[in-house]
Every structure is written in structure tokens, then in C-alpha cells.
């Protein structure tokens, strides 16, 4: 385990997992029933399509609360693996290179893990001109950080654990899914986002495992109940004065990313050249900002289609250490 706990490619990890399980469909996974009891914090929602809300949601950032990153091109830098260093080059990603050697520009964005990085780290960047992406997991949790380190009374992955809505676990990693059809997981991970996100300044939010449903969950997750789910956090998040990265959702091969768009702000994919789902994002393209992360392919195989759809590209390493080739 690294210091900032689980780290790596969701998108390769679920390559992983389908070669090995044949991504059993829900109906033939292990059934969980949901606790009946939330925390009195707990908001009810109300089910609804995501579509039907299209019209109420802004699609810019002259017309919304939070920040929403630009169309065009929007150098980033992608850092998980421990606390960034803002005095380091290679994690600051202020001294990458080009394609063709030239220097890249410095990143303008920066997403890095909401827990492991301080509010003082936020607002140093911040004072670079920059904007900052929070990292946290909602689909999945592991017993990665103390009290300590998420500066709370009792863990994030304790409360799941007290509350029964930990599954089965996530293949290859030392993590349990989450049943997000429990008010009391909608309560913890919203509470997770106020406190490491909201709290600490960041302007927005990376949702990692928010297409757990395509996974082998063991709770037989539907569609239905993930983008329930994901719109609560959603308007939630909206609420805090923070925007919604979504990520991955051309994972899904159905019509998840197209139904999640009037509600991200911008879209964080893996490997969509290497597993050939880019066109998945169609519903984004010349609305929303599109970050793409590929581990294993050279910019020379992807930036040509990434820059002819719009997508801000780079190649990454798999530990996301820092080290960044970028497109053009």
C-alpha cells in the first residue's frame, strides 16, 4: 500500500476483473440488503430521471456557482501517489515535455487526493492561478487512512463498516464495495465530500468507482441505482459550491455517460483510445471539458484523435506518481 492508499488505472483494473469473472451480470451476482436505519443527517431524495432534469441543469460556468472548466485546451496534471510536493518539478508537472520536446505548459488544473493533501496545499495552488481537483472514492472504500489523517473522530471506512454497507471486495485491491442504495452511505460519503473537499477549498470533485454498478458488487446494482445515486451527490456537490468530475463513464458500453451529462461538469476517462470508447463521450463533446489518461500508449498513438475530439490528453504512469507526457 502507498501512502495515499489505493492507486492505479480504474479502467485497467476492470479489464482485469471482466477477464477473470466474465463481468457477471447483476442478476447473477450475491444479493445485499440495504440497513433500513440512516443517520438523522441522512437527506431523502426523491427518484428521478436525470435526463428529464436536463433543462434545470447550467452547462457554464457564467451561469453556475462552481467552477466549470473550459472547452479548449487545459493542461492538467493527474498526482495521487502521496501528498504533492509543490516543490517538486516532476509532481508540479512544470517541467514535462512535448511530443516534440518542446516544453509543455504548466498545468492550470491540478487533481490530487482530497485526504492526503491539506487545505494549505489547495490554497497554494490556488495562488498559482491554478484550479483543484478533489480526488475521493464513492463507490468503493478502504482501510487506508487513520482518524488521524482524515482529521475525523472516527474513519470514513469505520462508519461504512458500523453502518453494514460494505460488500464483497474489489478485485486486486484491499477494498470493499459500497452499497450506495443506503441513505447511510449517501450520508458518510457526503459528509467525506464536505469535509476533505468543500472544507479544505477545492473547487471540484473526482468521483472514483461512480460506475460500480459494472462491476461484480455483489449487491446487484442496477443502472437505475447508480445515477440515483449519483445525482444526489451531484446536487449535493452543487450545493457545496463545488463542480463533478465524472469518471469513466464510457465504461459502462450502455447509456449511463449520456444520461450523467446535464449533471458533470467534466469528465475524467482512462484509457478511452486503448479500449476504443472515446465516441461513448459523444453527449460531452464540444459541451463539456474531457480529460483522458492513457498508462498504455504512447502520445504519438493518441493525441491526433484525442486533439480531433476535443479531449485534453496525457500519458500517465500507473502509480500516478507525477510523471506526465502531455498532448499538445
Known amino acids: 500500500m502507498v501512502a495515499g492508499g489505493r492507486r492505479g488505472p480504474r479502467r485497467f483494473r476492470l479489464a482485469v476483473v471482466c477477464a477473470v469473472l466474465a463481468c457477471a451480470a447483476p442478476s447473477a451476482l450475491v444479493g445485499a440488503v440495504a440497513i433500513t436505519v440512516a443517520p438523522a443527517d441522512a437527506a431523502a431524495v426523491s427518484p428521478g430521471s436525470v435526463a428529464a432534469r436536463a433543462g434545470t441543469v447550467?452547462?457554464?460556468?457564467?451561469?453556475?456557482?462552481?467552477?466549470?472548466?473550459?472547452?479548449?485546451?487545459?493542461?492538467?496534471?493527474?498526482?495521487?501517489?502521496?501528498?504533492?510536493?509543490?516543490?517538486?518539478?516532476?509532481?508540479?508537472?512544470?517541467?514535462?515535455?512535448?511530443?516534440?520536446?518542446?516544453?509543455?505548459?504548466?498545468?492550470?488544473?491540478y487533481d490530487i487526493d482530497g485526504i492526503i493533501n491539506p487545505a494549505s496545499t489547495v490554497s497554494a495552488l490556488h495562488a498559482l492561478g491554478t484550479h483543484v481537483v478533489c480526488y475521493v472514492e464513492v463507490g468503493a472504500a478502504g482501510n487506508y487512512y487513520s482518524a488521524s489523517d482524515e482529521g475525523i473522530a472516527t474513519t470514513y471506512y469505520d462508519q461504512f463498516e458500523a453502518a453494514g454497507v460494505l460488500g464483497g471486495p474489489v478485485a486486486g485491491w484491499p477494498e470493499r464495495y459500497l452499497d450506495i442504495r443506503s441513505a447511510a452511505t449517501v450520508a458518510i460519503v457526503e459528509s467525506m465530500i464536505d469535509q476533505q473537499c468543500a472544507a479544505k477549498g477545492f473547487d471540484a470533485v473526482e468521483t472514483d468507482i461512480d460506475e460500480e454498478y459494472h462491476s461484480p458488487n455483489t449487491f446487484g446494482l442496477t443502472k437505475a441505482d447508480e445515477e440515483h445515486y449519483m445525482t444526489t451527490l451531484a446536487d449535493y456537490m452543487h450545493q457545496l459550491g463545488l463542480g463533478w468530475w465524472i469518471k469513466n463513464p464510457d465504461d459502462t458500453g450502455d447509456g449511463y455517460a449520456t444520461d450523467m451529462e446535464p449533471l458533470a461538469d467534466a469528465v475524467l476517462t482512462e484509457q478511452c483510445n486503448q479500449y476504443s470508447t472515446c465516441s461513448a463521450l459523444s453527449a460531452y463533446f464540444g459541451k463539456k471539458a474531457i480529460f483522458n489518461a492513457e498508462y498504455r500508449r504512447r502520445p504519438s498513438q493518441f493525441c491526433s484523435n484525442d486533439e480531433s475530439l476535443g479531449i485534453n490528453g496525457a500519458e500517465f504512469n500507473l502509480d500516478l506518481t507525477g510523471i506526465r507526457k502531455p498532448c499538445p
Do not use: F, Y
Request: no cysteine; charged share 20%; hydrophobic share 35%.
Open 58 to 109: 447550467p452547462a457554464t460556468s457564467s451561469s453556475t456557482r462552481w467552477w466549470v472548466p473550459p472547452l479548449g485546451d487545459q493542461p492538467w496534471q493527474w498526482e495521487l501517489a502521496n501528498p504533492l510536493d509543490l516543490s517538486d518539478a516532476k509532481e508540479m508537472g512544470t517541467n514535462d515535455r512535448l511530443p516534440d520536446h518542446a516544453r509543455a505548459p504548466a498545468p492550470v488544473i
